[in-house]
């Protein structure tokens, strides 16, 4: 069974995605906007890296919304 860590990891990733998919970024552009590595975001968004909150502040900067809006989902 999945702690409730690993399912808010993967909530928080699937919803990085979708606003990711939403702005038509790509893993590459993404990362160079807010110097991330591509593979670092990709574990991000399949929920195998627990992040911190600085990591949410600089995809947020990345992805031009403010950090909330990448916590915004059901916890």
């Not at 702690?3 to 552009?29: A, M, P």
Request: glycine share 6%.
């Amino acid at each position: 069974m999945k702690s409730n860590y690993n399912k808010i990891q993967e909530k928080f990733g699937e919803n990085l995605r979708k606003i990711r998919e939403e702005k038509d970024f790509s893993l590459r552009e993404l990362s160079m906007k807010c110097e991330i590595d591509d593979s670092k975001i990709s574990k991000i968004e399949n929920g195998k890296f627990n992040i911190q909150l600085s990591t949410i502040i600089e995809l947020a900067k990345g992805l031009g919304v403010s950090p909330k809006e990448l916590l915004d989902f059901d916890f």
